[in-house]
């Protein structure tokens, strides 16, 4: 009689004790005590994952692929194997063929959507996540994820409800810091503070704690406390890559940029989870520090090798598309005719334009005026120009349903983005939005708001498309993680941009970075008048604000102005060919 019976109950039993490696050496006498018994090659491949073994997981695994293809846990758990040696499709292959075996199970939908993810798979992702979450609506991990999904897809209002619902029933480190890392991107820094402090006193070393951690304190202007929290999760040898990247961009300034080059030179030769993908960060850290030491082909290449290896899907076609349908369905004429918002509301204003233009800039210009208050980057205009279908209860894309808005939609639609607005600055006479893409919203909001001021700011093109290229923005700037997607992105925004200052005229202010730099105190002046406010000294000292700030401009904007950024492309002429060609029309 054979001993596998024996043998896979010994090797349960020690996985249970925690004994990992003698239960692998038991799995493997049991598989090989009976060669066609598939739970113990599963299992085998199962314990060899748990030890970080995942080829010779996927070796075991494949012997119960042979027995048995529709073995839903082998595939599993082969999934898990590809994903731990950074091949995320393999992974997403071997999960689809598991959902179509088990088209109810939530939890595989779930895994599924991570590798998906994990492979900048793009919305295919979202649609995935949303599947799991359909089939388990209370299920607190599948709530985590789709929250965690949205904010990475820059879906932040969307995704904070599932965050927040998924913290209050797993009150975790890790259900704490993501829910604080969204609420800082959203400006509730307070909130994200409270939040992060709880999550380190749970556990101190997770690696999403010291990352929020620190993000928070730079937002908050504590540079150097954000640089003690870095450096002591770093020693701790709990400094994820993004925390790394994070470090590398508050010690640009500092006088051991040189150890902080050394430091994540040996984080690039060390082996991380998920990856070469999940590097991708700190090689965008390592060319932001190259590029403070003026080594600029150096850090040009750890650039684009960070982007290479984290860019998610981007579609040229799909963007000059976006472009067309927002110019066929707003022109003169069906502006004319589409009811309005109350043309006497001023309370909104807006920033538009690329990101890295100088937007941040602006928005603390005008919210150092007693008057006003920056609000952000708000998702909320293109959350409710993508609600726009379910709530006329039409079919067709946002685009296309226009034509169906009435006096009363328009009314509650304004509504609930004034709501918004006086929850993040109540009584504050103009509330600034500086979401840069609502470039793509201008006639939306011309829509709801026919008296708010709308300001373009706009920078060199040559020095917004590098930044945008050197900064780690998120995945729904797919874009920018290549020169080709910038020379698409850019010439398509500049294009909408034209058009609508030919439907708006003067409603539309341009400020140019270059030039407020040259003159603060003149631009600024032109910009409060936009805005219909009086003038205020108090906003030429804008860096003195104490007030957070949570984009990548951070540090820039808690200094003086300079003009150090100006031109800065000329020290990386030699590899921006692509760029300058792409963009010669402009310059």
Known sequence: MSQAP???EKARSLRSAGRMQEACQAYFSAANADPQNLAAWTELGSAFNAINRPQDALQALARAGRLNPRHVPALVEAARAELKMGRPQQAAAALQRATAIEPNNAELWREFAVALHTGNAGVQSLDVIRRAHELAPEDTETTLVLGMMLADHGALDLGLPHLQAAAAKRPGARELSVLANCLSSLSRIEEAHEAIEKAAKINPKFPGVPFTRTKIAEAMGRRDEAIRIAEAAIREGSAAPDLLQKYAN??????NRGGAIDLLRRALNQPHEGGPAAIGPVWIGLGSLLDAEQQYGEAFACFTKGNSLGAPPFSAERTRLRTEAFMQIYTEASLEAFPKGDPGERRPAFIVGMPRSGTTLLERIIGSHPEAAGAGELETIPRLFASLPSRLGVAGSPPEVLKFLTP?????VAAEYLEKLSSVAPG????VDKLPHNFLQIGFISVLFPGAAIIHSSRHPLDTCLSCF?????????YSFSLAGLVVEYTEYRRLMDYWKKLLGDRITDVVYEQVVADVDAEARRVIAALGLPWNDRCLAFHESSGPVVTASANQVRRPIYDSSAGRWKNYE?????LIDGLRQFL
């Not at 508050?250 to 006088?255: A, E, G, I, T």
């Not at 009363?408 to 509650?412: C, D, F, I, R, T």
């Not at 030699?574 to 692509?578: C, R």
Request: proline content about 6%.
């Open 470 to 478: 050197v900064t780690p923005l998120s995945r729904a700037h797919g």
């Open 250 to 255: 508050l010690m640009r300034q500092s006088s």
């Open 428 to 431: 504050a006479a103009r509330v």
């Open 6 to 8: 024996q043998l896979l």
């Open 408 to 412: 009363q939609s328009v009314g509650e």
């Open 574 to 578: 030699p590899y921006l060919g692509e």
